[in-house]
């Protein structure tokens, strides 16, 4: 089955129809729908008031093709309302944390929002620095650099919250940006913590604000700061439950502080709103994240159900597409991602390596499937395979480089590295294995995940871990899986090589305590299912 590229670039502008419902109507097929509590003050007309309001809260839930609706229906009230095509246009530049350069067609669509915008005049000094901040995000795309506007677009919004600064949206879009625009590089988490900073005091202020829920979610998205939203993200879903992403957005926060069980409820809610409203990219993301879950919990037959329904999915995938927080990339990322983790998760080496590739328009999504190839192949023995798969890799790697994609080629970086490391270890190279492993650890240490996955498809400073006590050095492995811990808690694979590392060192006491903790995020695994391997005083 290929994903069509055609039908990725076309989705990716978020274009397409999708059936309007005001915020204080009723969605489509006569539920009652709710978004939270949503008023952008504005100039427009007192019939424009309603389905404004109600764009901007589908906007802030990232409900992209809804929000567009929504605006247009602002338009048909009013058609002197410029600032709807300020909603246009953010709209149309979709997920501001998808990684990787919009598309032509989705920006020139954002531009003539704006054009749109300037030619009916803003109704009012305010309104028109709105308009100009998202005038920035297309400002000369063709030469200007994605990262140069978006920098902008936030140095613009920053000018708008200080002038207007009882403008409670102007800090909200201000905050997004701070946190939209910063580095996944940076470690000090200066942006986040800024935006951070604005949202929460108006949060306590304004509890059923679906933006400030959402974008604090955002906002500590990184495991030193996930524990700070989880108010935020225990809230969120209960603030705006008729948008399909307020459903998953929960997740994240699960996810990063190893709260499995929050994460599989949240998701099965969102896939299935997703299913409803035919956001299919909205549904794979949301499945992608339900899988992770599922196998850090021990959960597999009902991770293999998941993986069961995918084809099914995947048949409806850029088929009558509704734009959502999700773009059709993280569509193509989950269907990749979805079988590499169900054979890694296992350790199911020789199924990884013959998982069968998908070719799609996006060299990253591919890199899933050829890194678990390649690991899979090297840890049974397959190194012809592994050989195989790792050249791949190296070919993704420098598509991504001629694209000037420089985040997604450094993971794919990541990657080959890690199956190289192990196809070493598979040829009796265990020095330099060790070596090239420690190199793919500490490069993906010095990174952030992409907001499109709960995590990598194995975490290299496990797979250090793991090639450590391969090697026989528990106790150096035992030290590696600690560490992937602070940043990835609660991982099975990572919580069963603690502990045998720690009983292989002779440390009884920390081998029980990680035996032991595994047993409890496993309470609803299958019986015997992977606990079997559970000494029996810890089961």
Not at 176 to 197: F, I, P, V
Not at 379 to 401: C, H, K, N, P, W
Not at 466 to 493: S, Y
Request: aromatic share 8%.
């Amino acid at each position: 089955m290929t994903i069509a590229r055609a039908a990725i670039l076309m989705l990716m502008a978020g274009v397409g129809p999708s059936v309007a419902a005001a915020q204080e109507h009723e969605h489509a097929g006569g539920r009652a729908e709710k978004l939270g509590t949503v008023h952008f003050a504005n100039s427009c007309l007192a019939p424009a008031q309603g389905p404004f309001d109600h764009g901007v809260a589908l906007l802030h839930s990232f409900e992209f093709g809804r929000a567009i609706d929504a605006f247009h229906e602002t338009l048909a009230a009013d058609p002197r309302c410029a600032i709807a095509e300020w909603g246009i246009a953010l709209s149309r530049w979709g997920n501001p944390f998808a990684v990787g350069d919009r598309v032509a067609v989705q920006l020139r669509g954002g531009r003539e929002a704006i054009d749109h915008a300037h030619t009916i005049g803003a109704g009012s000094d305010r309104e028109r620095a709105y308009i100009e901040a998202a005038a920035a995000l297309y400002s000369d795309f063709e030469h200007v650099s994605q990262k140069a506007r978006v920098v902008a677009y936030r140095d613009a919004m920053a000018a708008v919250a200080d002038r207007y600064h009882d403008d409670i949206e102007a800090s909200i879009f201000y905050a997004l940006s701070l946190t939209a625009s910063e580095d996944l590089d940076d470690k000090t988490y200066a942006s986040r913590k800024k935006a951070g900073a604005i949202l929460e005091p108006l949060f306590a202020k304004y509890p059923d604000h679906p933006g400030l829920a959402h974008y604090i979610i955002h906002s500590y998205d990184v495991p030193p700061l996930a524990p700070q939203a989880l108010d935020a993200a225990r809230r969120y879903a209960s603030i705006a439950p008729s948008a399909p992403h307020a459903l998953h957005m929960p997740s994240h926060t699960f996810t990063r502080v190893g709260s499995w069980q929050e994460s599989i409820d949240t998701n099965i809610a969102s896939a299935a709103a997703a299913h409803h409203d035919s956001s299919t990219a909205e549904e794979l993301h949301a499945t992608d994240y339900q899988m992770y879950a599922y196998l850090q919990t021990g959960q597999d037959a009902a991770a293999k159900r998941l993986l069961d329904s995918l084809p099914d999915i995947l048949a409806r995938f850029g088929k009558n597409e509704k734009a959502g927080a999700a773009p059709p990339a993280a569509g193509a990322f989950a269907a990749a991602a979805i079988p590499a983790r169900w054979a890694l998760e296992r350790g199911a080496w020789a199924e990884a390596a013959k998982l069968e590739p998908h070719p799609s328009a996006l060299p990253y999504a591919d890199a899933l499937t050829y890194f678990a190839r390649a690991l899979g192949a090297a840890r049974s023995g397959d190194v012809a395979t592994a050989r195989s798969a790792i050249a791949t890799l190296q070919e993704l790697r420098d598509r991504e480089a001629a694209a000037h994609e420089v985040y997604w080629t450094g993971q794919i970086e990541i990657q080959r590295d890690a199956a190289s490391a192990w196809l070493l270890l598979a040829e009796k190279h265990t020095t330099e294995a060790l070596s090239t492993m420690r190199a793919a650890a500490d490069g993906e240490d010095r990174t952030e995940k992409a907001a499109v996955t709960p995590g990598p498809i194995a975490p290299a400073r496990e797979l250090l871990g793991e090639m450590l006590l391969e090697t026989n050095q528990p106790a150096e492995a035992l030290k590696e899986f600690q560490a992937t811990l602070v940043k990835e808690p609660n991982r099975f694979r990572t919580l069963y090589g603690a502990a045998k590392a720690a009983e292989l060192s002779g440390d009884r006491a920390a081998s029980d305590r990680y035996f032991g903790q595994l047993r409890e995020i496993c309470e609803r695994a299958d019986k015997p299912g992977r606990l079997a391997s559970v000494p029996a005083r810890n089961r």
